[in-house]
């Protein structure tokens, strides 16, 4: 039986395009997007930034660097945050009916610049007891520290969860872990996988 249910973050709740902050930055620094996304790329700075070896300001003044621009902190946050879109993948209401009846925990390769002003910017993220989160856990997925943190944050068998993610490798990763997984594609896809393994939410 079912009792907790753990959802990654980006493309699965909210959806993102790299394209879209590549772009914002170009235009701050005076280089193509295509330069500014192989600059980022080029030395395993997002990593670092992701799994929490290094600090928001910290990577602010590395991509600095990296990318010969002067742009202010705040500014950068905001370019930063720019690659989310704002209408959800999932409905607000169905993680609300879910929610009722199972505990909910979100479980993400994300940095605090995302996530602190997601938190603050989507209010679907109100429905969630807990947040298991790359940059505070020190491990990304497909690490399996980083689902063993999740199945803590579950308080329940491995087997008792489901989880969803649209990167097959991290579905995946979550299987190794015990965790019942399916990869994420679409809201209606979802309902269907959770249906099949008979959770309910609408009776």
């Known amino acids: 039986m079912i009792r907790t249910l ?52 910290e990577f602010h003044r590395q991509v600095a660097r990296l990318l010969e621009t002067d742009v202010a902190y705040d500014e ?13 993948l999932v409905p607000d209401s169905l ?6 009846r199972y505990r909910l925990v979100l479980l993400s390769n994300t940095n605090v610049i995302h996530f602190e002003m997601i938190r603050k910017r989507y209010p679907i993220l109100r429905h969630f007891d807990a947040f298991v989160l790359s940059y505070e856990a020190g491990a990304m997925k497909p690490d399996p520290r980083i689902y063993a943190a999740a199945i803590e944050a579950a308080q329940c068998a491995p087997a ?31 309902e269907r996988d959770l249906r099949a393994r008979g959770v309910v939410w609408d009776q």
């Open 160 to 190: 008792e969860c489901f989880y969803t993610d649209d990167i097959p490798e991290f579905v995946e990763g979550a299987r190794q872990a015990g965790i019942d997984a399916a990869v994420f594609e679409g809201a209606e896809a979802l």
């Open 76 to 88: 950068f946050r905001e370019i930063w945050f720019s690659i989310f879109l704002p209408e959800t």
């Open 95 to 100: 993680l609300e009916a879910l929610h009722a």
């Open 6 to 57: 753990i959802f990654d973050l980006g493309r699965v709740i909210v959806p993102f395009d790299f394209r879209r902050g590549y772009a914002r930055m170009a235009e701050r620094c005076g280089l193509e997007p295509e330069e500014v996304r192989a600059r980022l790329k080029s030395d395993g700075l997002v990593h670092a930034f992701e799994s929490g070896a290094i600090d928001g300001y």
